[in-house]
């Protein structure tokens, strides 16, 4: 229980502290920076991930069409 308090006012700590320092043009541009980044990291993981399964799409469709050749012959 004592751990779940000490996460619980962390987080609050956490946020108290961002609100302060977003109130200021320095820590405005650094959570803007932050916020790019994050969404530069989020999209490249999307692409990477749409990528492979894109590629596992098109193996899983050739090996299907490979077998219905197979079955005809």
Do not use: C, W
Not at 42 to 71: C, I, M, P, V, W
């Amino acid at each position: 229980m004592r751990k779940l308090m000490l996460f619980v006012f962390g987080v609050g700590a956490g946020f108290f502290a961002a609100h302060f320092v977003n109130q200021r043009p320095g820590g405005r541009r650094f959570f803007e920076r932050l916020n790019r980044g994050i969404a530069e990291l989020s999209n490249a993981f999307s692409s990477g991930y749409e990528a492979a399964e894109r590629e596992q799409f098109d193996e899983d469709l050739e090996r299907t069409l490979k077998g219905l050749d197979h079955k005809e012959s």
